[in-house]
């Protein structure tokens, strides 16, 4: 039975590239979360999706950073234009449309700005 | 206050001994809590749902405190596997219609030879 499917896992790109990460959920899950996590900041939302259309992106830190989910088993994060403080490990995670539902992690994109 | 707070350590333990950590939360009506725990470099993983009523699985038990808003989280008989950084989770979903997930910090464990 697959995960949740991320890649790639490691990017490194320089300042001012533009990077996509991708996200395929667990089959049958509705509900798909994007994590940033930094040592300093630990695990942050940044954007939750509930049966494809965005619900909660108040954790999206500014316009540079665009999400899409244009299919039940697809996700993308963007970032346009990286900068060095992008440098962090993003996570996505999946679960079922209920409340007592725990998520389950990809392996994470770890990504290093220059 | 934030919304999930958690004594980040580290916890130095030796093998075998009796470790136990606390979380707490902010929001009273919050329903559903969670253990995950997260290994150096690794995604987190879940360890065990949070039951009002309290639950156990093998080493582990946890227990809610709804009155004082906080859970726990006991390892007895640590294993030096049990090294690992543990999230506390909350699903404030109750109260915002949608799912709300929220970890706390994390607290690390060492456990030692």
């Known amino acids: 039975d697959a995960g949740v499917i991320q890649s790639p896992r490691h990017e490194v790109t320089e300042m001012g590239q533009e990077v996509t990460l991708r996200c395929k959920p667990i089959s049958g899950h509705n509900s798909l979360f994007w994590y940033r996590q930094t040592m300093m900041r630990g695990l942050e939302l940044l954007i939750y999706?509930?049966?494809?259309?965005?619900?909660?992106d108040s954790g999206m830190p500014e316009d540079r950073f665009s999400a899409k989910m244009p299919n039940a088993s697809f996700s993308t994060l963007k970032i346009q234009p990286s900068e060095p403080r992008d440098s962090a490990v993003y996570f996505c995670?999946?679960?079922?449309?209920?409340?007592?539902?725990?998520?389950?992690f990809g392996n994470g994109t770890r990504l290093t700005v220059t | 206050r934030k919304e999930v707070e958690q004594d980040p350590g580290p916890f130095n333990v030796p093998e075998g001994a009796t470790v136990a950590f606390n979380c707490t939360y902010s929001?009273?009506?919050?329903?559903?809590f969670f253990w995950y725990r997260q290994d150096c470099r690794k995604e987190p993983k879940l360890l065990m749902s949070v039951y009002s009523s309290g639950n156990e699985d093998g080493r582990f038990t946890a227990q809610l405190n709804r009155a004082s808003q906080y859970i726990s989280l006991l390892i007895r008989d640590s294993k030096l596997s049990d090294s690992a950084t543990y999230l506390c989770v909350v699903n404030d979903r109750a109260t915002t219609s949608y799912d709300k997930v929220i970890f706390g910090p994390g607290t690390s464990l060492s456990v030692i030879p």
């Open positions: 929001n009273s009506a919050s329903q559903s």
């Open positions: 999706f509930n049966n494809n259309v965005p619900i909660d």
């Open positions: 995670a999946s679960s079922l449309d209920r409340e007592d539902s725990p998520l389950h």
